[in-house]
């Protein structure tokens, strides 16, 4: 059963204010990746976000880059453990991957991952995939790089049936395949994790509407995104689907690219408030800080000076219809 947060029409007059706050969630991108990822600044941003009232708290994945494309990720916590590792240490918070690369991995064994995670948290989990970019990580982790977007689409519905199937479970694919597997315990949600599928083409937005309960995109400016949900409305059919943008935020500082926020709080109100109004129903936040304590002082501005502007929305996972 699919649930989400309903679309907000971009080619409409905007809905009252008190509308678009019920929709909006607030996630955070916690430091497991660079050089300012270490266990405590992992640990205090997630307690920080708890405690300040924000939705959920969000990772990376990568496991084995090549060094020609590690200039970025090569230093990073692996996604599933991290998450593990929080959810022991917090109460409410919800816990997601942005976003796990799903073809390199063998999907049998993320339902599992996925679904323990979600017993021991008690139901906190969201689930972000996508196709990767490195054919190098692909090389050495031993899967085919070409054929990686049919093998996402296999691996969604293997993930779709072990979660919403029975104790024992069989699967027919054209990639993978299993036979009276013993599936259990399955997750605390219905139906499982909410899965969204992350990347900004148009076959990533196709693929999340096909497969996935929300598009999770990297920084569209508000148009693109508008212009973007407009070609899918007729297959949404009006469906709840959630639409949640990963962006970078700098206060004080004026926005370094498109789709990206800056300025004060009342400039960030005005940049989020578009991009509801574009049809997002929230965004995962990376506050881009030099150092811990900045970073904290950051959450604690957005907490104070931006969230009030909406709705508290607090959201450990998908409620049963």
Known sequence: MVQGHAIIEPDRSLPHPEQLEKSVEFGVALPSYGP???????????LAAESLGFDHVWVPDHLALPKADAERFGHIFEAITTLAYIAGCTRRIGLGVSALVLPQRNPLEVAKQIATL????????????AVGWSAGEYANLGYEFHNRGARMDDAIKVLRT????????????????FEQVVFSPPPVQSGGPRLWVAGDSPRALRR???????WHPNALAPQ?????L??????????????????????????PAEGYLGGDAEAVIAQLRALQAAGATGVVLTFVAETQAERERALRRFATEVRPAFASHPTTGRADA
């Open 230 to 255: 407009e070609r899918v409305r007729p297959l949404l059919g009006g469906r709840p689907f959630d639409v949640i943008v990963r962006t970078r935020l700098t206060f004080d500082q004026p926005p």
């Open 208 to 214: 999340a509407v096909l497969l996935g309960d929300g």
């Open 224 to 228: 693109a995104l508008a212009a973007a």
């Open 118 to 129: 979600d017993v021991l948290s008690g139901g906190r989990v969201t689930l972000a995939v």
């Open 162 to 177: 072990l979660w919403r199937g029975g104790r024992v479970i069989s699967y027919q694919g054209p990639f993978y395949r």
């Open 36 to 46: 300012q990822a270490t266990r405590l600044n992992i640990l205090d941003t997630a």
